[in-house]
Structure formats: C-alpha cells, structure tokens
C-alpha cells in the first residue's frame, strides 16, 4: 500500500462513512496505527438565493417597428414584475436609448418579467409595438453586470443590462 501525504501526515487508508458522511483516515502517529476521528471532506457547495433584487439599466430598443404614420415613432418601455409595472420616459426614434434604472425584489425565480413596448399618441391609445417575457431564473443565471438582448414577438429587440443582487442568508 503507498502511503498518500494527508495534513502533513501519512496516509494508509482510507474509508468512507456513510453514517457520518465522513471520511476516516488512518494514519501512522507515534509509530503505531489508529483512526482518527470523522473528518468531513465533502464539498461545501454555496446556496444560491432566489430572494433578491433585479437591477436594469441602460436601457435600449433595437429596429423596432414604428406605428405613427408620419413620424419616427415615440416609443416607452413597460417593465412588469408580479404587481410592480414601471414605466420609461417617452423617447423618438428607432432605436431609443433610456439613462434610468429600474429595481425589482424578487422572491420566487418562476415568476416573469414582462417587457412592454408602446408607441405614445396624443390624440388615440397608445400603440403596442412588440412584447416579451423571461422568467425570472433567466436573469439570476447572469453573473455581475450582464448585457442581454431579448428579441420582441414582433420585430426588433430590447438591450439591457441586468444586475442579479442576491439576498444574504
């Protein structure tokens, strides 16, 4: 049997308790051999908390379709999350860009964030330019800042960046 160098000592064996979920290794002290007790070598994996905050900013709309007939459009973006519905300024263009940040607690990753793309009128309803939802597990995958684009059911796409903030235990 080679002995394996373990804590600074030498190691003749080992055996794996499940009882105690523990590895026991003997080893040679003082000239004589004997168990040492239980010592857990499993690996200590970090939960990840679904409770938390999303955090969007820089917001942007992509080759979005415009509705107004002789005008470049005046889109806004609805962000919704369970009861929370957070509106944009009203920008021009094809390709809005929104300075602004928005927060949402989260506590449950199988709810959705919908997003909203509307065309403000003054005079009618507004009109809707393109939707699309993501559960929220799609945005607690996100590692630190993350830049995303999410495609809209109609044509172009919203870019974001998402911040997961997950809640300490």
């Not at 499940?18 to 857990?40: E, F, M, Q, T």
Request: aromatic share 10%; glycine share 6%.
């Amino acid at each position: 049997m080679k002995a394996k160098s373990w804590n600074g000592k030498k190691a003749l064996a080992t055996e794996w308790n499940d009882k105690h979920g523990a590895y026991r290794v003997k080893l040679r002290c003082d000239g004589s051999l004997k168990w040492i007790k239980p010592i857990n070598l499993a690996l200590v994996t970090k939960k990840v908390s679904t409770r938390g905050t999303l955090v969007f900013t820089s917001l942007q709309a992509n080759n979005i379709k415009c509705k107004d007939n002789f005008s470049s459009g005046d889109p806004y973006l609805i962000i919704k999350h369970k009861k929370d519905k957070i509106k944009t300024e009203v920008k021009s263009g094809k390709n809005p860009k929104w300075a602004e940040t928005f927060n949402f607690n989260v506590d449950d990753p199988s709810d959705t964030v919908v997003f909203e793309l509307f065309d403000w009128d003054r005079f009618s309803s507004d009109d809707k330019i393109g939707s699309a939802t993501k559960p929220v597990s799609f945005f607690q995958k996100t590692e630190g800042n993350s830049s995303l684009e999410i495609p809209l059911d109609t044509r172009g796409s919203v870019k974001l960046n998402v911040e997961w903030r997950p809640e300490e235990n």
